[in-house]
């Protein structure tokens, strides 16, 4: 689609020069004034290229601070976030099976909550760790009749 909004103003641009050189080889006027039969195609022309030219540095902008978003991305403590996110989701699968869903859910939320709120906050990482594992695993477990690992 990046390329479609790009590549639409250089076509439009293209078709306004060729429209442009067009207008400029027509026949004179016999009566008249001799260039009257070009300045409504000349001006159209030209405003279709004018138009083009902007809508193109309009679209260079867009996708200018688009990539400036995809870099603040990765600046900062996001990629650690990224990352730890993606090592302790992948060590939870792995020790999911073996360890049971309440024992390796606890595990994998806190540290997930230590890596995301830091140690300061030991306490509340706890509680919430708690909580929401064993009342996720009452949930599913006791009350709807899944069975967990």
């Not at 902007?54 to 978003?69: F, G, P, S, T, W």
């Amino acid at each position: 689609m990046k390329w479609f909004k790009l590549g639409m103003p250089v076509f439009l641009m293209i078709v306004g020069l060729a429209f442009l050189i067009s207008a400029i080889n027509l026949p004179k006027a016999n009566l008249g004034n001799p260039n009257g039969p070009l300045y409504f195609p000349v001006g159209i022309s030209i405003l279709l290229i004018v138009l083009s030219v902007i809508y193109l540095i309009q679209e260079l902008r867009k996708a200018r601070e688009a990539n400036d978003h995809i870099r603040e991305l990765f600046t900062g403590r996001t990629p650690v976030l990224i990352l730890s996110t993606i090592v302790l989701g992948v060590v939870y699968a792995l020790i999911f099976e073996t360890l049971g869903f309440l024992v390796s859910t606890i595990l994998f939320l806190g540290a997930l909550l230590f890596v995301v709120n830091g140690p300061r906050k030991w306490v509340s990482n706890i509680i919430v760790t708690l909580a929401f594992s064993f009342m996720t695993w009452y949930a599913f477990g006791e009350l709807l009749g899944v069975s967990l690992p």
